[in-house]
């Protein structure tokens, strides 16, 4: 019998001793102070139109382009066009952000021009990835565009790179329609 009661001494000594110890732990983790002082950023998404050009073979057109305050939009107006007309507008869009960017679509809407000029007024999109090789200040025929290695949709860049977008703008040979050929339209890249 005493040697039962020895073990239940030990058994509940051993029990007190693991709740001292376990409350002991509770309250120093308890009463920790943990302050912490961090700043997180996510990045800057910034990308823009950084320059255009609008190029056209026909000397007596009215060519007139105005980039948004933000950049992210070019409205242009064409005046004094001719069945057959084809002019180009070069765009090379800036990522100044720290953040990657996708351009997924470009959008080209007009704005002004009768339903005819709509109908008979065409473009078509040209995207040229990383933009380095190609130099807008130095284009100046039509004739020498579309240039060669397109790339297609959705075109990636880093912060600090540039794509450069071809669009070429044309009004069908067949345009029988009266009155002047005047459009306005603006282009914007959708990221």
Not at 160 to 186: A, C, D, P, Q, W
Request: proline share 3%; net charge positive; charged share 15%.
């Amino acid at each position: 019998m005493r040697a039962k009661l020895t073990h239940y001494i030990y058994v509940l000594l051993v029990m007190i001793l693991s709740f001292i110890v376990l409350s002991n732990t509770a309250y120093a983790l308890w009463s920790e102070t943990l302050n912490v002082n961090m700043r997180m950023s996510m990045g800057e998404f910034d990308t823009r139109i950084c320059y255009y050009k609008v190029l056209t073979c026909c000397h007596h057109c009215n060519v007139t382009a105005q980039l948004s305050e933000d950049g992210n939009a070019l409205s242009i107006s064409l005046e004094n066009l001719h069945p057959g007309w084809v002019g180009w507008v070069g765009i090379v869009v800036c990522n100044r952000g720290t953040l990657p960017a996708r351009i997924l679509r470009t959008n080209v809407i007009i704005t002004e021009g009768s339903s005819e000029i709509r109908e008979h007024f065409h473009y078509k999109l040209f995207y040229y990835g990383i933009h380095g090789r190609h130099n807008l200040q130095n284009m100046v025929c039509c004739g020498s565009l579309p240039l060669p290695h397109n790339s297609s949709l959705p075109v990636s860049f880093s912060p600090g790179e540039k794509v450069l977008i071809l669009t070429r703008l044309m009004i069908n040979r067949g345009y029988h329609g009266t009155g002047e050929l005047n459009v306005v339209f603006s282009i914007k890249t959708s990221l």
